[in-house]
């Protein structure tokens, strides 16, 4: 479970806020904040967000606080399609 903090930067960040503002993704605003130890994991696999019904900057948003790299113009199944990629990798 994520702390209350960590809980209301992903939140922002989602939903496209403060991350695409600052042009950061959610491990470096969590970093800069003080929320991020060595070691530990950008994401928690348990809580990773549902793709279906996301707008494009959700998705957008989603993939950066990810790590995903997404091309320019890349349409909403694209983008699921990498984050989808990226998750399988990582759960590997």
């Known amino acids: 479970m994520a702390c209350v903090n960590c809980?209301?930067?992903?939140?922002?960040?989602?939903?496209?806020?403060m991350a695409e503002a600052a042009g950061l993704t959610v491990g470096v605003l969590r970093e800069k904040v003080g929320?991020?130890?060595?070691g530990e994991p950008l994401v928690?696999?348990?809580?990773?967000?549902?793709?279906?019904?996301?707008?494009k900057a959700e998705l957008l948003a989603i993939a950066s606080a990810e790590g995903v790299?997404?091309?320019?113009?890349a349409t909403n199944a694209e983008i699921v399609t990498a984050i989808e990629a990226k998750r399988e990798l990582v759960a590997a």
């Open 7 to 17: 809980r209301k930067i992903r939140s922002a960040i989602l939903h496209g806020k």
């Open 35 to 38: 929320l991020l130890t060595a």
């Open 44 to 55: 928690d696999a348990t809580e990773l967000p549902s793709l279906s019904g996301k707008t």
């Open 69 to 73: 790299e997404v091309e320019d113009g």
